[in-house]
């Protein structure tokens, strides 16, 4: 089928960490257990447990932090046990002789602006994206309804409960009997201290050395698609944050071996394959009238291109061109089950309010194990062999098979 892609769209549809569109199930289930406390947070680990976090703050500038944002700010914090900490290779001396903005940097890692209810946590629902009061100067995002405004990198996490066990960023990380409620904020007790990530997607996929076909691959349809339109697809650099914003989502990065098993093997491979179809420009000038037969795969291992083919003009209104937005496009092995992304809606239509493209994929859980195919598709799914790899601009789960489309042949 003649399928038309916007050549624009391929190059850069943005990102958004912000949620536009949910299109998410209401939250449902049952309430899950947690303590109210009568005092503020910080008087609620004075006399807590959690005495290495508790020195921690004491010594940081995080009373006066908060009090000169705003003395009414409720917050959400996630609190590490003294054991993670001892791992981390603090000791309470330690922390006391600590410069104080080295922990602030530490603290408001641990911090969120945007308080989370008990109440609000539903396993049945996707992660709660919470934005840090940690920010990057050196790095910019884009936020707003249409990513229309721009601010400084704030670190995130993800949140979600299950099975009465706290999963930050798609990791187990304490229980739900544990959390406080505060006066002015939720506490979160955690066994770990959360790392912060320093690398991008690109950084991470070229250092580890598995995924030498994956860029390879990339870096010669942008190559092609270069030459033919004179648009750069920057389908490699849009890993990077290094780019005038940064963007955020989530890569099913395929390894070289799941490559070989499709009898791929090099460029001269690559090159017989996208033989079989020859893309070209239509009358617009810009527009590009059907695909390489390799981006029909790997747009299945990239969230916003998730067989994501734009048509240039809307067909309901002849002239007007449409403007495609994506949803928040970060996920955990968490969210990968049907029931709560199955139907996710990835790329919107901002002039008409309306969906262009929803998730065209379908998760396989048997236990700990994660498979994925393409929705309709009779090949072998592939296996996440490695899941929840974070980055600075998104996520990356690690496939061992290609995610082919229905009845395509290599």
């Given at each position: ?8 769209t ?26 109210e ?27 006066k ?29 330690s ?9 602030d ?32 100067k050196?790095?910019?995002e ?13 670190y995130?996490?993800?949140?979600n ?41 690109k ?7 598995r ?15 270069l ?20 963007t ?10 799941a490559?070989?098993?499709?009898g ?6 690559l ?12 009358e ?21 291109y ?69 929705k309709?598709s ?16 998104g ?16």
């Amino acid at each position: 089928m003649k399928t038309y892609i916007l050549i624009c769209t391929l190059l850069s549809l943005f990102l958004s960490s912000c949620v536009k569109k949910e299109y998410m199930p209401e939250p449902v289930g049952q309430k899950i257990p947690y303590h109210e406390s009568k005092t503020t947070v910080q008087e609620t680990l004075n006399k807590s447990a959690y005495t290495f976090f508790s020195a921690a703050w004491k010594r940081s500038h995080m009373d006066k932090i908060l009090n000169d944002l705003n003395s009414k700010v409720s917050i959400t914090v996630f609190v590490p046990d003294n054991q993670s900490f001892e791992k981390m290779g603090y000791s309470l001396a330690s922390i006391n002789s600590t410069a104080p903005e080295v922990l602030d940097s530490l603290l408001l890692f641990h911090t969120c602006l945007n308080q989370i209810i008990p109440e609000t946590l539903d396993k049945e629902s996707a992660n709660q994206l919470l934005l840090t009061m940690l920010s990057n100067k050196n790095y910019t995002e884009a936020f707003g309804l249409n990513t229309s405004e721009f601010r400084d990198y704030l670190y995130r996490h993800y949140l979600n409960v299950e099975n009465d066990k706290v999963l930050v960023n798609g990791q187990v990380s304490g229980s739900t009997a544990d959390i406080i409620l505060a006066t002015n904020g939720t506490l979160i007790p955690i066994h770990r201290v959360l790392a912060k990530p320093e690398k991008d997607i690109k950084e991470i996929l070229e250092q580890d050395g598995r995924f030498k076909l994956y860029l390879s691959f990339l870096e010669s349809n942008d190559e092609f698609y270069l030459s033919l339109s004179g648009f750069p697809a920057k389908q490699v650099e849009r890993f990077s944050s290094k780019l005038d914003y940064v963007t955020f989502s989530s890569v099913l990065a395929p390894t070289d071996e799941a490559f070989h098993k499709a009898g791929i093997y090099s460029m001269d491979d690559l090159d017989k394959l996208n033989s079989r179809s020859t893309p070209y420009i239509i009358e617009d000038g810009f527009t590009v009238s059907n695909y390489l037969p390799m981006d029909s795969v790997l747009n299945n291992h990239f969230w916003q291109y998730s067989g994501v083919y734009v048509r240039n003009v809307n067909e309901r209104v002849p002239g007007l061109y449409i403007n495609p937005a994506s949803n928040a496009l970060v996920f955990f092995s968490n969210d990968m089950k049907d029931q709560l992304i199955g139907n996710y809606v990835t790329l919107y239509d901002t002039y008409w309010d309306q969906p262009i493209h929803e998730n065209n994929l379908e998760f396989i859980r048997n236990g700990e194990e994660i498979k994925i195919r393409v929705k309709g598709s009779d090949a072998e799914p592939a296996t996440v062999i490695n899941r929840d790899i974070q980055a600075f601009n998104g996520t990356i789960h690690v496939l061992n098979r290609l995610l082919l489309p229905k009845g395509f042949k290599f």
